[in-house]
Nanobody
């Protein structure tokens, strides 16, 4: 499975962006999908995930502002980011995992390359 993230860019505080992550190969509709981010000098952190059963979970820092969704026909997962803040500036990564891995661990099978989001104040 290969994941290709896109949609990053420069936006002013309070603005919006939508990230996309297109998957190739695999049984995408049966995978859990997620978004993570890594700011400069910091560790990668969880942002949001959508389980293979359709349950969405969010980090407290983005709850109410970000929405994760998926289009199984297009094999794409999205992250709609609203009310962006300068502290949301980071490289955003998408990830996917099969159902077995999702039930058994916190690991992720596949990662996409990052897409940079910069929020100016």
């Amino acid at each position: 499975v290969q994941l290709q993230a896109s949609g990053g860019g420069l936006v002013q505080a309070g603005g919006s962006l939508r990230l996309s992550c297109a998957a190739s190969g695999g049984a995408f509709s049966s995978y859990g999908v997620g978004w993570f981010r890594q700011a400069a000098g910091k560790e990668r952190e969880f942002v949001a995930r959508l389980t293979y059963t359709g349950i969405a979970l969010y980090a407290d820092s983005v709850k109410g502002r970000f929405t994760i969704s998926r289009d199984n026909a297009a094999k794409t997962v999205y992250l709609q980011m609203n009310s962006l803040k300068p502290e949301d500036t980071a490289v955003y990564y998408c990830a996917a995992r099969d159902a077995v891995t999702e039930r058994a661990s916190r690991e992720w099978n596949w990662w996409g390359q990052g897409t940079l989001v910069t929020v100016s104040s």
